[in-house]
């Protein structure tokens, strides 16, 4: 008997997303494995990889079972797996139809090579090391921009990546609303006086750090089967296989931001951590925007990590580990320093009001090169200018300004939005998640973070990417997206440094 | 202008080859990295990029390059390059051709879920737990054979892919030698009385041990740019690119035997590193054989690893680090300690001779699972009857016996007899570089083997996959391969233990 057209399709996808999940691994390993003179050798890898993986995406097999399988999908329930699965299915193969492999090769290997050199350019501060990538990275942007029917704007294109139907006009309008009320809070925090936070600077060794990672993970919901965390620069999250969850953060000696890093991409490990398994080697099995991803990660680093009631739980534990540093430091004045707001250089150590100015500039700048208002060599400059229009700082030099982030050097144009889109999605689910489950804080005073994990994984995680992600927020929170609600979260939080 | 033939197939090469190179960083980070939840997404990732790396390299596309570059091949100079990557690929496209892509995924999937079965199964030291995957993992290995057109023993077909070219009646013979002067010796020495090396178990710190290792590895050439260590149960090396040599060892707290690891797998790794960089992403970027790559491993953890000369420079270093252990004892107990000649249970902790009689047992076992002469149930047994026939030791549980070796349990059958061809070519290279060289052992003595290592990049490792295993031996060490050299070492290093 041969096999059903839709277990050909899952078989075929299942290729794709094994050979998807290879480069995963391939980039993995590459940040945080690798050493340095893998880098020409893994840049190939990563181009042949994904090339394949687009060339058999779309040679012509998985068209025709989409083809026969339209009645399926018809006649199928919209929420179904099946439908689902064509559904989303057909939207990925219409967009990689209109993409030549090469392309996606040429893009994946300029990206690698991109982001070593970005890392020589970052520590030495020296912008002309990582211009000509960007460059060539610009230019092949522009050529898959030139692939698809002309949008409302071009960044619609490079947006659509990484928020599915979100057009950039929708972005502007929200971000616009959020510049304007968050300039004003952040002038009333300045106007009211400081915070001090001047003993989360000193002496927090890296080992001790890392101990605590660990602790907070555990209590979360990490576990050495599924789970690891290492060490890089920057930190991130990738799941290279199902059951495979990989976080990664940074200890400096100095500071204590390596636990809000671990519980950022703790989220974004939750989220691929929960997805439904029969979603395995599909298209579904991911979470379903960079944004939605970010609210996630948001909601475990700031919903919960920045919360009086997490610190209940663990400050004593954090006190005692770092006595000579925190010993006369009380609980409420540790939770006030670390929701200090202030405007600052670098993006992921700001404070949750301040982030999406960071974010804002970005997306402007990225407007700007995509649309060739702007010269990359004139990007520095730029950049540089921004920090003083919106927090008035002086950038002293591009490693803490325009190199500081990895995505441009990865070719990652329209990434950024999300991490703000993000920021505005989390709060909206936590209000929801509230209503269904009371106040947490009780819980969370005991270190109990299971019932907002699952509740978590019932309502946002085990969906996937089964719907895009405007259903998937009116199904989670109830509503489309939506800024008030975060606003309205922030003022209340940081009413007492306004007072 | 179109590309030549011969561009046209390094292309295809290099696409092959970097999907080879995906699959070998899947199997390392399985190995060294991933949390055991992702073993079944692995195993399909695995089963998947092997699946379509060989459907790629004969998809028809490199035959027809082939046969266009016939003339080519024939009117270049054999040594040339273009001459040697089209017969190399000839071969290797010949007998690619006769295996279905299934049954190469499927090898590589039943292999990665043996691998995780063999893990636990040799944790509790239970047998029935890796039975049914080396049933099934027989069974594709006669497929496999049965490709192919009938060789004059079953077991041909497994051992060329590891030895290319090298009959199993050629090993036989060469090991029926071998067996007959290498159990004379162990009875001389039997005879003779032990030599004292209880010192060598005791307290040894992993951390110590760790920093030893980093220290010969520096001296030996081992730089951070290009190479990693890491530590997994079972020593091991790969390489998953050009300038990317990874190399794992294993620091058991009782004894010193990691030293020898670290040093045998540097010898692997050595020879990868210094392949011809022109060769990467070819087929020639590879060691030429198992038996050759072992005898380079055998080479450092061995000819160099063990003499005296070696020890002169660096037991004092392991002295002054395990004083309380080592304090007090001398340089030449320690080096003939290290010598010991007795038979053991573990192969991979087994001395320069006795070694060769583990590997011999299971050449004989691998051929009785082949030929039907000996049911896998039985396998434990006949594995216990065989290490009482050459070593006359009662084997007290099936972790120390017939599960102590992961080789099984990928379904590398044919693989064994490498090793001791390995041992066998290590002196007959050895002793040809000392012709070129002169005595070594001043140099070893100040911890310089700059000189040993040129030598064998230039003779040997640069050559790659070039020439046939024989070829490579006849010109590196101007005879063929021929177990006299290395019986005559063992005997003149071991004097002082028969006398």
Redesign the interface.
Known sequence: MTASPFDRLRLRL??VN??G???T??FW?QRV??????????A??L???SR?TQE?FIDGEIGRLLDELRSIEESSDYDSFEASLIRVTRRAYEKAMRVPPELVGELRRAAALGLAAWGRAKEQSDFAQLRPHLEALLELRQRYIACFDPPDEPYDVLLDDYEPHMKTAEVREIFDQLKEELRRLIDEIGEAGGVDDSFLTGEFEPAKQRELSHEILRAFGYS?????LDETAHPFMTS??????RLTTNYRPDDLASLFATMHEFGHGVYEWGLDRAF??TPLATGVSLGVHESQSRTWENLVGRSRSFWRWFYPRVQAVFEPQLGSVDEEAFYRAVNKVQPSLIRIDADEVTYNLHIILRFELEQDLIEGRLAVKDLPEAWNAGMERYFRLDVPDDARGVLQDMHWAAGSFGYFPTYALGNVMSVQIWERALEDLGDLDERFEQGEFGDLRDWLHKHLYSLGAKFTPQETIERVAGSRIDAKPYVRYLREKLAPQVA
Chains 1, 2 share one sequence.
């Open positions: 299942a290729e094994d050979l999940k290879a480069a691994l391939l390993d494995m690798m050493p340095p003179g893998g880098g020409a050798a893994r190939e890898a181009a042949t990889v394949l058999r050495d089967d599924e789970w690891r290279p296989g199902a059951g495979d969850i395995a080697r």
